[in-house]
DNA sequence: GATGAATGAGGTTTCATTCAT
DNA sequence: AATGAATGAAACCTCATTCAT
């Protein structure tokens, strides 16, 4: 974690390795994995094909790591910030947010991410981004326990399963911010958060509760 | 529209075409663009490569006339489902039960028109499928049209936007036919409907309204 | 050779053939034998494809049929043209102005015909129009003997081989009527023919005979 | 010019290129552009395909390379030979002599120079090879001043324009060297230069001049 | 007899991967 | 350890030729 506890060779390692990540996480977002070569992406990182092929056995290898390893690090903040104690109201509207920051911050790396945790990406021969889909899916689960907390304290009205409500909430956040980065004159960022938000709480909170 | 209309020679190569679109739609569903080869689509339709070329000129076109062509019939088929006269509850209810049929006729096309309607899909060069989006886009605005009626009639709250209404609604009926084609078993298709619907019309419905 | 003497059917065939070696013969000299299609040929000869295989065995054969009848036509044409009695001088001036008539009756086969006759035209596999150069080289003999005649009459000087002149009025004849038809403007027609006789019969003429 | 001079990876390279030309000349002036495969001529070459690719972007620009480099090396060789100071009989012999050196040093070039200088190569698509013919028109009127300044200093008749007689004794030098190349015993090499110089000086050289 | 749809061998080209330097 | 030249399998596509109608 602390690459200052690493050797100097160790480190130096790890920058090249982002590096190449970094060159190909930009090649692959903008023209799919088989429209890039592995030419182009030694190009684009400064190094040589050898090289490239030091850090990661092959292709497939280089686009899986990438997309593994970014997608760990989205489904990490996402935990985390679901993780937050609190009222359920508060932990959804911390994800929302924390996934628009997330987003904001990778840009090049959304659609990949949406076509491959969609499971909709076919970059690779068969099923090989399962990993990507199976931690997805994990994350959905606790996203559900979230819902079914709020439910049983009747926090919320039980207008579907909670899983089912952690997938819409998850998917329509997604299209929103799909919406926003391919046109942001249209589409305010800061719509999006509270839209997504009104079309789940302003229904979901139980009509007793809300009338407080 | 009716084939026996058609001169018997025409009829024959409608048919052909037919079939190795069918040919090409399976494979292109299962391994994605890349991943097929004109070769193998001509195996598996029975036909000499060289047939294939004298119906598209190349891979790509073979691609995009498969793809245009279905989404088409997707699109038609929503369009009409929403220009039913009737209640905005009873249109939406109506779209998303034509949604459901027409995926589960056309398994095998759902996730390329996911992919390509979502443009996470990059099978294609660069926005050659842009077609198949606008498309969407043009559905989603008329969606969007049944989402401000019923504003407008005081029938639904504004909790957000119509046209993020429609995007939402779209996309959670997406996402719940997703998990239905991906685990039947653990995600009826019958739940889908009303799950969509609850998540929607629970929420959105007036309160004014719903207390007559 | 009298068209008017066969039975119908049999004219009627000879037509269609002289139309599918035109179409032919336009296409391979502004393309090439390799840049032509037998569709292509077919179309602009308005035949099925099929119909061209009833008159040639296949591509080669037709154009071996183009060639050979076409340049056959020339060869005749110039041996015609020197075997008119007369003086050698008369009879040299008749040939290049024969040769000038038709390469102008016949503009399209002419690259052909020098690529073919000179041993450069590399459209056929092995040698195969060896013919064209076999019927060229017996022409070349005859065009020969009226330089050795002319030498024996002491009419020319013999400042090379019979055979080398030949070759070399020949060649010289291509070449200015080559230039001719590139650049009508520049090198006009009339130019040509006693440009190039003027080189030979200046010179040749012997000094003595010259001095009567 | 001097491969001493060069890193031994250039060098290398160098050399590499010049394999794959001269297999490619080989096969080219054998068997003509459309029947060579680039398999062919790497097979040939003892090189895989792929190093053909990285040498040469298509076969055409091989097959250019090709002809524009040696058709270079010929045109310079000829420019050379007419720029020696001296009587214009002088340069004539000097240029005739040096094209019979260059093209018994150059065979399998011969007939794809021809080919390609006359205008009746057929192999590239639309006047590709045009640089060739430029080229080959820019040495024709050097060598026209020749005669020109021959025939202004009173050395020769003018029979014709200087042009005409430049491209006569060009394509007359030509045709004999392809009969030396096709029949050597035939006609034997030291008969062409003396013939051709005969041909054009015995007649050339103005009467009076030639008294003295 | 004429047709032209169907065929598939064979050509050109790309690019992931290896390995000698 | 890093390099990048060399490799060749495999993709796309064309077109001469056949043969059922």
Redesign the pocket.
Known sequence: MNPLSLPRRERE?LR?REDMLAAALELFSQKGY???????IALKAE?????L??FFR???DLYKALVLEQSDRFHDAFERAIETPGDEVEILRHYVRTKGEMFRANLPFIRLYIAESRGVGYNIKAGLTDEVRKRHYEFLERLALVFDSGIRRNRFRKVASPYQLAVALDTVVNAFLLLWIEAPELHPYQDTENAVLDIFFEGLIARDFAQE
Chains 1, 2, 3, 4 share one sequence.
């Open positions: 390692k090249q088989h429209n890039v070569s592995m030419h182009e190094f040589a094909i050898g090289t092929y030091k092959n292709k497939e």
